[in-house]
């Protein structure tokens, strides 16, 4: 293979594309593919799959693969009234291939409802709900192109309540496992339906990649053979054998730059000895997740946008939707293995769309089975939840039994679910608190709408009936709470019609700078049920081909 | 842990220059040559302290070996727990020296105050070894908690050791703690990177998918 591309920052390429994850990885091979010349910046490291280890100490505790809370600071708030502390507020993968590399690979498709939900059931108070400008059917072709070109384990049919496909899933599930046929068959006595996880993992080798060789560390670590279709593993290889594209890793964009005309130029960034550099570009594309695009905007003031670039709606940044759902823990009597294999293999979406006359809330979402706690996670209790029952002494002959007997026997069982948009919930800059850079830290202002946490408790009474459809002889459930840490990043630049209630058009295209482009979770209308990495490549593929199409007829 | 880190760094480096296929058909040799290269870290594996004198490291072998106790199984003693943390202060955990330096003999000032004549906690029976732990815990029994005169900055500690010590038990024996894998013995958990279905007790029977339906679908009938 030849030596990747490299330009220079006074190379005018044609787009500059901030991010190189789950969307970034797609804009990156789709738009050089297309015959464009693109450098991506990436805030983080060039890791490969040789660098990626079981280390629990490195990956979990030192965030060899994320976001540093020592070095980038967060705040969080309730509401705006409040007084935002520090405290690590999120989490988002900080390396090529951005948090495609270390999620879960869970790997769900919206449904319908998720596009039209604001016709269907009306005005909610205190959420804006909206709906999408694109529908399912115009989305699923790219829902597809993701499936096939990144590899993705699943069953279509599988699911009576699956939304319609074009094409089936292009390989069969994953190995079923011992929790994956307990909840199974539980949820089948109920007469729901459970059905394979689609997942985001190989189970048929790939040109280059080889098939899941069910290790059991997928969530939060990356894959050391290449089965997890991350962005890394697939497009981001392919964007450079294109001889178009350069991946340009520990750039820290901190300023997209507009010229007198209010057209952008290029992207202000730091290189990993902290200089600036400013990579000059014809239109750039921001995909550096629903945290970071709305602070880069925010970042990027001048005198025609003081408020932050492409924020003439005041709305970057807010409507932030990260998705709840409180889960539960089961121990069995016999040994599951569960720490075997990918973390899922069953799930169910009977609960998807629920009638808010009948549950008196809106929102909806799905369960799963699964077991994604490495060893010391497990043994940890007040770390996360842990994986040992509450009450469990913290040491000693006691806790070292209960740790010995339970490791292989226990199951978690985790509902996936919607947040509604609320205007307050938000991704702001900390007045108070810099990063290491000296540029002003996220502050997350977050209170669940009163209907998120009604469909919690739906889901948890789910989740507990589900369990008493097993023979667990021990099991226990965390409480519904507010939350006050992200995993997703939703919806904080989101799409739509009207430059008043949104920031981005259907093309991806801010309504303010018309070649300045966003694509990321920030993009999205609505929440889905949980699951939103695919929704977020499917519509990585889409952007692609609205920006080319507006870019050949010479309209960028 | 740095060492064996950039061991396997650089044992796998020379692959991805390689193409990817070559890598992906080639994965088994790989893996074992990654497992090769552990364990030849793991044989130079600590013998010398970088943190702790011998007399600090006794102390926190016996602390630890509270924590995680032998008794018919390996406990945090056998897992070589005091060499992980050893390592760990000097390397990715130095921000805790502090902690292990003030806390130390600040717990030490406990078992003196608690036993007297007794000034290392090495020194003290299991029972005496536990009743000094457990002097850190929030509540004891009765819902009421001695006071101390000496300092609570040793309850800090303890907390630090207490997760540092379940680290070393548990991380992955390649990462310099949890020797000879016995934390994951004692857990049940195979020393493998690859496994294969069936991988427990529930899947090993179960009939595949279209099968499961039916059967599923017939016991319903029959009720």
Same mark, same amino acid.
């Given at each position: 293979? !030849?030596?990747?591309?490299?330009?220079?920052?006074?190379?005018?390429?044609?787009?500059?594309?901030?991010?190189?994850?789950?969307?970034?990885?797609?804009?990156?091979?789709?738009?050089?593919?297309?015959? *464009?010349?693109?450098?991506?910046?990436?805030?983080?490291?060039?890791?490969?799959?040789?660098?990626?280890?079981?280390?629990?100490?490195?990956?979990?505790?030192?965030?060899?693969?994320?976001?540093?809370?020592?070095?980038?600071?967060?705040? *969080?708030?309730?509401?705006?009234?409040?007084?935002?502390?520090?405290?690590?507020?999120?989490?988002?993968?900080?390396?090529?291939?951005?948090?495609?590399?270390?999620?879960?690979?869970?790997?769900?498709?919206?449904?319908? /409802?998720?596009?039209?939900?604001?016709?269907?059931?009306?005005?909610?108070?205190?959420?804006?709900?909206?709906?999408?400008?694109?529908?399912?059917?115009?989305?699923?072709?790219?829902?597809?192109?993701?499936?096939?070109? +990144?590899?993705?384990?699943?069953?279509?049919?599988?699911?009576?309540?699956?939304?319609?496909?074009?094409?089936?899933?292009?390989? !069969?599930?994953?190995?079923?496992?011992?929790?994956?046929?307990?909840?199974?068959?539980?949820?089948?006595?109920?007469?729901?339906?459970?059905?394979? $996880?689609?997942?985001?993992?190989?189970?048929?080798?790939?040109?280059?990649?080889?098939?899941?060789?069910?290790?059991?560390?997928?969530?939060?670590?990356?894959?050391?053979?290449?089965?997890?279709?991350?962005?890394?593993?697939?497009?981001?290889?392919?964007?450079?054998?294109?001889?178009?594209?350069?991946?340009?890793?520990?750039?820290?964009?901190?300023?997209?730059?507009?010229?007198?005309?209010?057209?952008?130029?290029?992207?202000?960034?730091?290189?990993?000895?902290?200089?600036?550099? /400013?990579?000059?570009?014809?239109?750039?594309?921001?995909?550096?997740?629903?945290?970071?695009?709305?602070? +880069?905007?925010?970042?990027?003031?001048?005198?025609?946008?003081?408020?932050?670039?492409?924020? #003439?709606?005041?709305?970057?940044?807010?409507?932030?939707?990260?998705?709840?759902?409180? #889960?539960?823990?089961? +121990?069995?009597?016999?040994?599951?293995?569960?720490?075997?294999?990918? $973390?899922? #293999?069953?799930?169910?979406?009977?609960?998807?769309?629920?009638?808010?006359?009948?549950?008196? *809330?809106?929102?909806?979402?799905?369960?799963?089975?699964?077991?994604?706690?490495?060893?010391?996670? *497990?043994?940890?209790?007040?770390?996360?939840?842990?994986?040992?029952?509450?009450?469990?002494?913290?040491?000693?002959?006691?806790?070292?039994?209960?740790?010995?007997?339970?490791?292989?026997?226990?199951?978690?069982?985790?509902?996936?679910?919607?947040?509604?948009?609320?205007?307050?919930?938000?991704?702001?800059?900390?007045?108070?608190?810099?990063?290491?850079?000296?540029?002003?830290?996220?502050?997350?202002?977050?209170?669940?709408?009163?209907?998120?946490?009604?469909?919690?408790?739906?889901?948890?009474?789910?989740?507990?009936?589900?369990?008493?459809?097993?023979? $667990?002889?021990?099991?226990?459930?965390? !409480?519904?709470?507010?939350?006050?840490?992200?995993?997703?990043?939703?919806?904080?630049?989101?799409?739509?019609?009207?430059?008043?209630?949104?920031?981005?058009?259907?093309?991806?295209?801010?309504?303010?700078?018309?070649?300045?482009?966003?694509?990321?979770?920030?993009?999205?209308?609505?929440?889905?049920?949980?699951?939103?990495?695919?929704?977020?490549?499917?519509?990585?593929?889409?952007?692609?081909?609205?920006?080319?199409?507006?870019?050949?007829?010479?309209?960028? | 842990?740095?060492?064996?880190?950039?061991? %396997?760094?650089?044992?796998?480096?020379?692959?991805?220059?390689?193409?990817?296929?070559?890598?992906?058909?080639?994965?088994?040799?790989?893996?074992?040559?990654?497992?090769?290269?552990? @364990?030849?870290?793991?044989?130079?594996?600590?013998?010398?302290?970088?943190?702790?004198?011998?007399?600090?490291?006794?102390?926190?072998?016996?602390?630890?070996? %509270?924590?995680?106790?032998?008794?018919?199984?390996?406990?945090?003693?056998?897992?070589?727990?005091?060499?992980?943390?050893?390592?760990?202060?000097?390397?990715?955990?130095?921000?805790?020296?502090?902690?292990?330096?003030?806390?130390?003999?600040?717990?030490?000032?406990?078992?003196?105050?608690?036993?007297?004549?007794?000034?290392?906690?090495?020194?003290?029976?299991?029972?005496?070894?536990?009743?000094?732990?457990?002097?850190?815990?929030?509540?004891?029994? @009765?819902?009421?908690?001695?006071?101390? %005169?000496?300092?609570?900055?040793?309850?800090?500690?303890?907390?630090?050791?207490? @997760?540092?010590?379940?680290?070393?038990?548990?991380?992955?024996?390649?990462?310099?703690?949890?020797?000879?894998?016995?934390?994951?013995?004692?857990?049940?958990?195979?020393?493998?990177?690859?496994? @294969?279905?069936?991988?427990?007790?529930?899947?090993?029977?179960?009939?595949?998918?279209?099968?499961?339906?039916?059967?599923?679908?017939?016991?319903?009938?029959?009720?």
């Amino acid at each position: 293979m !030849p030596e990747p591309i490299r330009y220079k920052t006074s190379d005018e390429v044609d787009f500059v594309v901030i991010g190189s994850g789950a969307a970034g990885g797609v804009l990156a091979k789709e738009l050089s593919t297309n015959g *464009f010349r693109v450098v991506v910046l990436e805030q983080g490291p060039y890791l490969t799959e040789a660098d990626f280890t079981h280390n629990e100490v490195e990956v979990l505790q030192r965030n060899q693969l994320t976001n540093r809370p020592s070095l980038q600071p967060t705040t *969080f708030r309730k509401t705006p009234h409040d007084k935002a502390r520090r405290q690590p507020a999120l989490v988002y993968g900080r390396m090529v291939g951005g948090s495609s590399v270390h999620f879960t690979a869970n790997y769900w498709r919206f449904h319908e /409802i998720d596009f039209i939900e604001r016709s269907k059931v009306g005005p909610v108070p205190g959420a804006a709900l909206a709906d999408w400008p694109i529908t399912y059917a115009d989305l699923e072709p790219y829902y597809t192109k993701a499936e096939w070109e +990144l590899g993705v384990s699943g069953l279509a049919g599988a699911s009576p309540f699956d939304p319609p496909r074009s094409k089936p899933y292009p390989m !069969p599930p994953l190995p079923v496992k011992s929790g994956g046929v307990i909840f199974e068959r539980a949820a089948r006595k109920l007469d729901w339906h459970p059905f394979p $996880a689609p997942m985001a993992i190989l189970s048929q080798p790939r040109p280059g990649r080889s098939v899941c060789v069910q290790c059991g560390f997928c969530e939060s670590f990356g894959c050391e053979v290449g089965a997890k279709s991350s962005t890394l593993a697939t497009v981001i290889r392919m964007a450079e054998k294109t001889g178009r594209c350069e991946i340009r890793p520990n750039c820290y964009v901190h300023r997209v730059e507009i010229n007198a005309n209010g057209r952008v130029i290029g992207a202000a960034y730091f290189d990993a000895k902290s200089v600036t550099h /400013i990579q000059k570009a014809k239109a750039v594309v921001v995909c550096a997740n629903g945290a970071e695009t709305p602070r +880069l905007l925010l970042l990027s003031t001048n005198r025609q946008f003081p408020d932050g670039l492409a924020n #003439s709606s005041g709305l970057v940044g807010k409507y932030l939707m990260m998705n709840s759902g409180p #889960s539960a823990m089961a +121990l069995f009597e016999h040994p599951l293995n569960d720490y075997k294999g990918v $973390a899922v #293999s069953r799930i169910l979406h009977d609960f998807y769309e629920l009638d808010p006359q009948k549950v008196g *809330f809106c929102g909806g979402g799905g369960l799963d089975a699964r077991f994604d706690m490495t060893p010391i996670s *497990f043994a940890t209790t007040g770390y996360d939840m842990g994986g040992l029952p509450p009450g469990t002494p913290k040491w000693g002959k006691e806790f070292k039994a209960t740790l010995a007997h339970n490791y292989t026997r226990s199951l978690e069982f985790v509902s996936h679910g919607t947040s509604l948009p609320v205007e307050n919930n938000s991704f702001s800059l900390d007045p108070n608190v810099n990063d290491a850079w000296g540029l002003p830290a996220l502050r997350m202002t977050y209170k669940d709408h009163p209907d998120d946490l009604k469909l919690g408790a739906f889901l948890r009474a789910r989740i507990l009936e589900l369990l008493d459809a097993t023979d $667990a002889v021990q099991k226990w459930a965390s !409480p519904v709470e507010e939350q006050e840490f992200a995993y997703h990043l939703l919806g904080t630049c989101r799409m739509g019609n009207d430059p008043k209630s949104s920031v981005i058009n259907a093309d991806h295209r801010t309504h303010d700078v018309k070649n300045l482009f966003l694509c990321d979770g920030s993009s999205l209308v609505t929440s889905g049920r949980g699951q939103p990495t695919l929704t977020i490549s499917a519509l990585a593929y889409r952007a692609a081909d609205r920006i080319t199409a507006l870019a050949q007829k010479g309209e960028i | 842990m740095n060492e064996s880190l950039s061991r %396997r760094r650089f044992l796998s480096r020379g692959v991805t220059g390689l193409s990817a296929a070559w890598a992906s058909a080639h994965w088994p040799a790989l893996l074992a040559a990654a497992t090769h290269a552990h @364990q030849a870290a793991k044989s130079a594996a600590p013998v010398k302290l970088g943190f702790f004198t011998s007399d600090e490291a006794k102390e926190i072998d016996a602390i630890a070996s %509270r924590i995680i106790p032998t008794d018919d199984t390996p406990g945090a003693h056998e897992a070589g727990v005091v060499y992980f943390v050893d390592r760990g202060l000097t390397t990715f955990s130095v921000d805790d020296q502090k902690t292990y330096r003030e806390g130390l003999p600040a717990l030490q000032a406990r078992v003196a105050e608690m036993f007297q004549g007794k000034s290392k906690f090495s020194e003290l029976t299991p029972e005496q070894q536990d009743e000094v732990l457990h002097s850190f815990d929030e509540q004891n029994a @009765q819902g009421r908690q001695r006071r101390f %005169r000496t300092s609570a900055g040793a309850q800090n500690f303890f907390e630090t050791l207490r @997760q540092h010590t379940i680290a070393g038990f548990l991380i992955d024996p390649d990462y310099g703690g949890n020797r000879d894998a016995a934390g994951w013995k004692v857990i049940g958990r195979e020393r493998e990177h690859m496994f @294969q279905p069936p991988f427990g007790y529930y899947d090993k029977d179960y009939p595949g998918w279209e099968v499961a339906i039916k059967a599923d679908a017939n016991e319903a009938e029959k009720k």
